[in-house]
């Protein structure tokens, strides 16, 4: 009699955060429940339950466990998974160290600034923003050529943690550039990780698992013609 | 102040840091729980010093553990790191995959709500600023309270019956809390409203790896007042 692992991941299809415990899952070939959270409408009795702290997704509730945040939930998954499937995280303590500064670099320092950005009504702020994520994406840029020496992705020729961390925000770039003409992945400033960008996203894990590349550019223009709307109201 | 080790690692160990900084606390409990010897290298005036850019080119702050010639950077990154590298002393992360989520996840909240709310409360610039900061900050002991009941479940630490990554994170901000404690004239870790907090934090301070590292707390009052020229602490 085997005991039935029941695991169920809550998400939203258009956040770069719940793609990520996605990819693991699929590279650990984990079968699990995926639930759409509405966070526009009211979010689940199972997400506030979940996560009281933030209430936010993902969540991934392994056997009704709940693991909250997405490179959290990822390392979970490497660690629970750990005999199927390549490691995520890189086996040496070293390496480990430098992917998570640079996941947290990417998370705490890179996005934060992307969003602020966009949201900003003001042109000055917004050119600065602008130029605060382009110089992130050289630093990145950088780092990739260092780390991954000559590999297709950052720590070997499979994905990874570094890999997943960032990938999960090409769509939304390649959505902006489509949106608003805006070229952050030029291949003449940072060409390597525009190469690393292209071998991600046609990965055949990835590809099943992020929105496209059009639906986002939609939900984002919709998003900004309410921002508008609202203030100007 | 540099003794060569006698650690299961034979690759040089030093430690950039700064005395008053919480976050090089964490390192320095890490690395005597694992008896690790290593050079510390104060930063504190000259937070510029070539070391420090030289190592830390991004984000130009301490700590900065460097391992033989490998830098590792970031407090928690650092803390994981040595107990990675380091197998012989006592485990830093729980073995399970389950808790060991979990006391990420703390440390996360703790660096991003409580340690946000203590620097809201110290540089507030009005009576308004203030207390919603303290507001912030008492509502994070309140879950940091039943975390620890959680955790702990009867034993002395987050971590069980020694000290744990979650009693890390936490412990290195009892100093600035106590600064703060003292000016603004409110106990945010009581024996009434955070009983378990309260005796907790005797029990850490105790600790044989904190007790030789934790700044004196008249030293941090000093340098809260030079610090921070905001009301609070005139």
Known sequence: ?233 | MGVMNGSNNDEYVKLLGAWPSPFVLRTRIALNLKHVAYEYLEEEDNLNSESVLNYNPVHKQIPILIHGNKPIRESLNIVMYVDETWLSGPPILPSDPFDRAVARFWDVYIDEHCFTSINGVAISKDEEERKAAMAKLEQCMALLEETFQECSKGRGFFGGDNIGFIDIGFGSLLGPLKVLEKFTRVKFIHPDTTPGLFHWADRFYAHEAVKPVMPDIEKLVQFAKLKFDTSIFK
């Open chain 1, 1 to 233: 009699m085997g005991d039935k692992e029941e695991v169920k991941l809550l998400g939203v299809w258009y956040s770069p955060y719940a793609i990520r415990p996605k990819i693991a899952l699929r590279l650990k070939s984990v079968d699990y429940d995926y639930v759409e959270e509405d966070l526009f409408g009211s979010k689940s009795e199972l997400l506030l339950k979940s996560n009281p702290v933030h209430k936010k997704v993902p969540v991934l509730l392994h056997n009704v466990k709940p693991i909250i945040e997405s490179l959290n939930i990822v390392e979970y998954i490497d660690e629970t998974w750990n005999s199927s499937g390549p490691s995520i995280l890189p086996s040496d303590p070293h390496d480990r160290a430098i992917a998570r500064f640079w996941s947290a670099f990417v998370d705490n320092k890179w996005f934060p600034a992307l969003r602020a950005a966009a949201i900003t009504k003001s042109e000055d702020a917004k050119a600065k923003g602008i130029e605060e994520v382009e110089g992130g994406l050289l630093r990145l840029d950088e780092a990739f050529v260092a780390i991954s020496k000559g590999r297709s992705f950052f720590c070997g020729d499979v994905i990874g943690f570094m890999d997943i961390c960032l990938g999960s925000f090409l769509v939304l770039l390649k959505a902006r550039e489509k949106l608003k003409g805006e070229k952050l992945l030029d291949e003449s400033k940072i060409p390597s990780l525009c190469k690393w960008a292209d071998e991600f996203l046609s990965d055949d894990i990835v590809k099943n698992v992020v929105p496209e590349i059009d639906r986002v550019a939609k939900f984002l223009g919709e998003l900004e013609a309410i921002a508008q709307s609202a203030s100007r109201s």
